[in-house]
């Protein structure tokens, strides 16, 4: 690729309402959702929400072992490798991973447009509904691709809680994640997530961007930091919809802009089903 020549990377975030525990009904759903889509699309990387198609709030190890699944084998990795392949892009779709060994991880796949599973990003910082059944993962994610025009993209990958202090416990201004993805100088932040609406009922377009403005407010060394190329830095953001047990999902699925300004490029709302697609130069 020409040094000045753009870069331009097209992506899609998927906003939906999995039902809990029906892997197969869920496969089917997205299926639906996707089949308008073809290679002609141009399409380079899909970024899924976090565990989309088991469900999320699962009692314990032994209630979730059923739905979890090895990193490259299985229904869910079926799914999702197919689907990579025929669009020609990256994948990456949260589920829950059990290994060769027998330990489970909240997890993300990472599927190459070949159809192959990279290893899978397990999931750093766990929220109290993970700590029931899931190990820590060692490192936030970061990962080096190559999309099918040529561009090479440095990425940084973190689910829900990763974006958080550890356990809500350490400093505010610590900044884990974000300053992980700043050290990496990485071009693009993949995040998916279960993000929970804890003012269900509140559907204003003020809750919505209160969210967004919260995911922008933990990528704040980004606003202080002074870039010296002044790139373009992307976060993709996908997040459930609906209620399970007596938890319910905030939505607002988005790709937005965190360097060198912040800024909301699409976005899904509070309650609907959604796929957030842009074309942006990195």
């Known amino acids: ?165 550890y356990k809500f416990k350490s400093p505010f201004k610590k900044m884990e994640f974000a300053n992980h993805c700043l050290n990496k100088n990485v071009d693009l932040i993949i995040f998916p997530t279960n993000w929970i609406d804890s003012e269900p009922n509140d559907t204003s377009e003020l809750h919505k961007h209160d969210l967004w403005n919260y995911w922008m407010e933990r990528m704040e060394p980004y606003k202080k930091k002074n870039l010296k190329n002044k790139k373009n830095v992307y976060m993709l953001c996908a997040n459930r919809i609906g209620t399970e047990k007596t938890t319910t999902f905030h939505g607002c699925s988005c790709i937005m802009k965190i360097a060198p300004d912040f800024e909301v490029i699409a976005g899904a709302g509070l309650k609907e089903e959604a796929i957030v697609e842009a074309t942006l130069n990195l």
């Open 1 to 165: 690729m020409k040094k000045n020549q753009e870069k331009l990377v097209k992506f899609l975030c998927i906003q939906f309402e999995p039902k809990f525990k029906d892997i197969k009904e869920n496969i089917s759903h997205l299926d639906q959702m996707l089949q308008k889509y073809s290679e002609k699309d141009e399409i380079d990387i899909i970024v899924f929400p976090e565990m989309s198609l088991s469900g999320y709030i699962f009692d314990n190890l032994e209630d979730i072992k059923p739905y979890a699944s090895l990193y490259n084998q299985g229904e869910q990795y079926e799914f999702i490798s197919n689907l990579s392949k025929r669009l020609k892009c990256y994948s990456y779709l949260g589920y829950a991973e059990v290994t060769q060994d027998g330990k489970y991880y909240n997890s993300c796949f990472i599927i190459t447009p070949e159809g192959e599973s990279l290893p899978s990003y397990r999931k750093h910082f766990l929220y109290t509904d993970d700590e029931r059944w899931s190990l820590e993962g060692k490192n936030f994610g970061y990962i080096e691709i190559t999309t099918k025009k040529g561009i090479q993209l440095k990425l940084g990958i973190g689910i829900c809680m990763d974006i958080n202090p």
